[in-house]
């Protein structure tokens, strides 16, 4: 079992950057990929960007494609999400989240375990 505690969202312009970071705690960080997904108010809850566990593979969402940088450090048990380029459009509560599931599960379901989410919100 892993527990998950996002920072570093905020209140940013169009534009702007943000790093988020997630924390994990509990046994074997480097054997879950993980992911970041948000949701903003009155939409389901989507898929940013995920890094695989075996590889370090990345992907992302079409969306935040070449502004979004999703990394991880196994040995401090840290993903991040480098966000630049914000759009107003990314306004959302962020969420970290580690999966057991081999490939590159991109969907909610796929996660087992979860942060609280940090807001993260984008003025025009």
């Known amino acids: 079992q892993v527990q998950l505690v996002e920072s570093g969202g905020g209140l940013v312009q169009a534009g702007g950057s943000l790093r988020l970071s997630c924390a994990a705690s509990?046994?074997?960080?480097?054997?879950?990929?993980m992911g970041w997904f948000r949701q903003a108010p009155g939409k389901e809850r989507e898929f940013v960007a995920g890094?695989?566990?075996?590889?370090?593979?990345?992907y992302y969402a079409d969306s935040v494609k070449g502004r979004f940088t999703i990394s991880r450090d196994n040995a401090k048990n840290t993903v991040s999400l480098q966000m630049n380029s914000l759009k107003p459009e990314d306004t959302a509560v962020f969420y970290c989240?580690?999966?057991?599931?081999?490939?590159?599960?991109?969907?909610?379901?796929?996660?087992?375990?979860w942060g609280q989410g940090t807001q993260v919100t984008v003025s025009s």
């Open positions: 989240a580690a999966s057991l599931r081999g490939g590159l599960p991109n969907v909610d379901y796929q996660y087992a375990y």
């Open positions: 890094i695989r566990r075996t590889d370090g593979n990345v």
């Open positions: 509990g046994s074997s960080f480097s054997t879950y990929t």
